[in-house]
Nanobody, 125 residues
């Protein structure tokens, strides 16, 4: 069983920065091979992929956040971080942490087995 808990959301002005964190608490077997990442959901819209990082270090980003967001992971702490810079109103939404015990999960939300409850990010002046 895997429980994901996000933190770090909030209200920020356009052009500002936020750092999201997610910790995984796991029971049973511990696997060294995994992918952790972030999706977001704006009001009235589907969940969309933001970024992912594999335990081997490979990263993947949505085109809309490349150059502004940086994802990183700490394998020992079972944590993933999302540094978000130059935030825009379109970045507003609930950000969900995800985890799956495989590589090459890509941007399809159906490829990720475990989801957190989400943290709200609002970009507004």
């Amino acid at each position: 069983q895997v429980q994901l808990t996000e933190s770090g959301g909030g209200l920020v002005q356009p052009g500002g920065s936020l750092r999201l964190s997610c910790v995984a608490v796991e029971s049973g077997w511990s696997y060294s091979r995994y992918t952790m990442g972030w999706f977001r959901q704006a009001p009235g819209k589907d969940r969309t992929f933001v970024a992912a990082v594999e335990s081997g270090g490979r990263t993947l980003y949505a085109d809309s956040v490349k150059g502004r967001f940086t994802i990183s992971g700490d394998n020992a702490k079972k944590m993933v971080y999302l540094q978000m810079n130059d935030l825009k109103p379109d970045d507003t939404g609930v950000y969900y942490c995800v985890k799956d015990f495989n590589f090459r999960r890509g941007s399809n939300p159906g490829s990720y087995e475990h989801w957190g409850q989400g943290t709200q990010v609002t970009v507004s002046s």
